[in-house]
């Protein structure tokens, strides 16, 4: 029988997680199917256990259901623990498995797609909200010499800060605390371009070799990819490569097969910019 998996978000007509799957699927040659499931804003929980019910193997979940899937799950991965969201489910008999491959489909990007080594580093990371946080465990996995947490609200990114802060040093504040610093990678974790609006960063903290890296994608740069340019950052990336290395990730997790991303990539990147 055909295993079946799908993703839960509220909305979900626009997730790409279907053709993704079914790329992988047949790369790796493996029978299964993957739908989108629309949950209702206060139906996640009865939505996941009729999917189960219906023979459900496994899952991913996207905004705004990953905190209500951390607490869902019966186990949970130490990354998932440590970003307090879970965006892939995996059901094993009565067991409800949670992992978050988010922060580790950020750094297979950056690491392996973009070439760009992590190890020794200075990483500012912008925004304390979820997405942000979803990262910060494996970031630090990969050795940086330091990481700084720059956010609008300063306590919020110092709470974050000093949640993560190890024998690598987390530090966080508003961005007038990263005035007169400089990076050598700049991720953006922060909702702010859905507003239309930029981010106030002050001039100077691109290094020079600077990667500009925006977990949101979209035609052409992004708001963020085209003000970190004009602020002399070298390299910039988005987030579609960190979308089909999460996925990647989760598959992995499902099915016990990596499955190649680079064709996956491209002809999204070639969708997106049609
Ligand atoms: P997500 O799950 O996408 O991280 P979130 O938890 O609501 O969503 O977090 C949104 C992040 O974007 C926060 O860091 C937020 O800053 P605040 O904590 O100060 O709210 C940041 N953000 C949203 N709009 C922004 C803006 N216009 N300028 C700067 N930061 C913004």
Redesign the pocket.
């Known amino acids: 029988m055909t295993d079946r998996y799908c993703v839960f978000g509220n909305p979900v007509a626009h997730s790409k997680s279907p053709t993704i799957h079914a790329r992988f699927a047949a790369i790796t040659q493996q029978d299964m199917d993957y739908e989108k499931r629309l949950a209702p804003l206060d139906g996640f929980t009865a939505s996941v256990h009729a999917f189960i019910a219906a023979g459900g193997r496994g899952a991913n979940v996207t905004v705004p259901f990953k905190e209500q899937a951390f607490r869902l799950c019966s186990r949970l991965s130490q990354r998932a623990e440590r970003a307090g969201a879970v965006n892939t489910l995996l059901f094993e008999g009565e067991e409800v498995l949670g992992d978050n491959t988010d922060g580790a489909g950020l750094v297979r990007d950056i690491t392996h797609n973009l070439s760009f080594d992590l190890t020794g580093r200075r990483i500012l990371l912008l925004?304390?909200?979820?997405?942000?946080r979803g990262t910060l465990e494996p970031l630090l996995a990969a050795q940086p010499a330091s990481l700084f947490v720059a956010?609008?609200?300063a306590d919020?990114a110092e709470a974050l800060a000093a949640f993560f802060n190890s024998v690598i040093t987390v530090n966080g504040g508003n961005f007038a605390k990263i005035a007169g610093k400089s990076f050598d990678l700049i991720i953006n974790?922060?909702?702010?371009s859905l507003?239309g609006?930029t981010?106030p960063l002050p001039p100077g903290i691109f290094a020079a070799g600077s990667l500009a890296y925006d977990m949101m994608y979209g035609k052409g740069d992004t708001p963020f990819m085209q003000q970190a340019r004009a602020q002399g950052a070298e390299r910039c990336a988005d987030g579609l490569g960190m979308l089909v290395e999460q996925a990647a990730e989760a598959f992995a997790l499902w099915r016990k097969v990596r499955p190649e991303t680079a064709a996956v990539l491209a002809d999204l990147r070639t969708q997106i910019n049609a």
Do not use: D, H
Request: aromatic content about 0%; cysteine-free; proline content about 0%.
């Open positions: 925004g304390a909200g979820g997405a942000a956010n609008r609200s919020k974790a922060t909702s702010a507003a609006q981010l």
